[in-house]
């Protein structure tokens, strides 16, 4: 099995303990910690590479990567894996370089509207999503993905609808999280279709376009139409497919140059600094040379999703569940089971399985939780073993 | 000699053209760089050890720190220093940790001011601080330092005078670059009697503050008095002392909370992103555990600077330079040279030494250079001789 020869399986809960991180050090060691959106396995052996490299130097003054601001490598990077993967050309100048996509999402609220604006987005959300809007006196424009029997689709119509003039922005999360749905062609035509209409800002967060499954591709919204791209800005980072969110790097990319400039005379791009070293050489590494070890990840997630899916249907089979078509995240509905506390309070007390909770993402919906099925199989099947036990055990 | 004990001229140029670093990479190897803020030692023992350990655990994750958010470990660190080191008592809930300090000062022009104000700052100074004003549509409001005989000083009657209504902030540097001086109590009483005065924000830049030659003491500027802590935003960082400015972290402290407030009222924390664990994981050792390293680094620093200055009053006397006080830049006039090129030009072209060009700091400053001394004796030396003999050599 590919995933075996990249030993994706070979790290212990051990190990795992012994790690500062926010996933494992949040709760008491004997919680199997599936919330936060990290990996548990060990990083590419490129980026081990590369961080070891400059350790080993002891290399950390002001930097420079190939004759050029160290920021200017990972958007080199950016571009060539972007044509790569998905046949997209882009100008490596049309990019910011920033910390993290939070700090993106917080930056475009501010350059592209003013507070009482609205911002639209599909719900349930990543939370973040929500706070930049909400904390910079902006206001939610909610666009429930409703279940269409199959999966969670984008309703186009409720969305038409909900854009009335207040509404300058959308905030698009492909391939989406929580739901895990990977926008095809024509939904994502017919959302640009309405961005052109409603003369619309699009700030596409595609970070979690690497992890696809079933043979799926993910189209970057910019890459749609030249009108398309004239109005979105995406963005990126290797953190999450790669696992190194604590060294910080992503990437802002502008369909246009004048979308940058208008981002730009709001935002200055100083203001926003230029992550440390460690997370661009990092970032270049991943991008430039990490596709196979990538390849055995992805095939180890996918696998780790099918066990899921399987178990569930198996052995929780009041639980709603579709069936991720990408990222390691898993959205659980548990509303079935009638359960007096939330899902998220319940399987941390009765299974000591932490999972995030539904009303992060949602209000609306307290009786799910997202699942992180990024970690070994082993520690994967423990913690549904004992999610099961705690539903079947229930007085 | 203490320096001889921390190895700091062990290094070789070979060694350092080995870097990946801006210091050392922007010119042709043949180039004796003593120009950007940056020191050619090895780091200190400790910070490579905590760089060690991270990259052995490969632990990039998202982080958690002594249970907390990675950031309030470079707080509360900041916190123990300062009341160690100036005596100076802060709550590690007054700051934010970001990533370098240029953005810090833009952030203070665009939270404490509007397009159109002003803002005072002594001249010549450090470039960015010019960057921040002009960049963001703010005017800058020159305050030069006369040299006064002895050494440059703060015309504190010439800044009277310029605060007009539409000042509203001072960006103050101390110790101060370019001229290396360490402001002393009544300088900063003056200056903080003017802020009340004239209701003036005060951004106070003390990154060169562990760098203090012949038994100085720095004093924090908020540390004059409640009231001028109430109106200062102090900004520092381990970085510029411990040689890591690649990796990024810097501490911006408020005097008060309301001045916290009033900051994150337009400029939403989220928006400056938190800098990479590598950054804060260093800050957090050196100033935890780096000074008996610095120590040795000081003296060599100190020692460096003497040799500078012999030299200067020995071979090149047309020169005039002040002895700095603080930190490992020396601020030349080369005006009596009648250089028929800057010395900048001059000194690259005709001596392969690549100094800060004094027009940077200062349009007035064209005849003058800074010159960054925190590299080895041999290195300094052979750099000193280069100059002298392109002086002498001239036709």
Redo the contacts between chains.
Sequence with gaps: MANDAFHLNDISVATLL??????W??YEPDVIPLW?A??DF??APC??RV??KS?A?????????D?DQ?AMAASKAFACRMEQKFGWRVDPADTLV???L??AL??SV?AFTDPGDAVAMQTPIYP?FR??VR??GRRIVANPMPDDGRRFVIDAKDLAERLDGNVKLLFLCNPHNPTGRVLERAELEKLAQLAAEKDLIVISDEIHSDIIFDGRRHIPFASISDEAASRTVTLTSATKSY???????GVVHFGSKSLKQRFEAR??P??????????ID?TVAAWTSGEPWFAGALDHLQSNRDELIATIGRDLPEVKVRSPEATYLAWLDFSALDLTETPYDFFLNKARVALSPGAAFDPACERFARLNFATTRPILAEALARMVRAVRGRS
């Design positions: 012994e790690r500062q991180s926010l996933k050090r949040r936060v990290d990996m060990p990083v980026v081990q961080m070891e350790t130097k002891g290399d950390y003054g002001y930097a420079l990567r004759g160290p920033i910390n993290d939070v700090q917080f930056a501010i973040p706070d930049a904390d910079t696992g190194f969110a604590g060294l910080r790097c935002i200055h100083r203001l926003l600094g230029t992550p440390g070293v460690t997370g990092a």
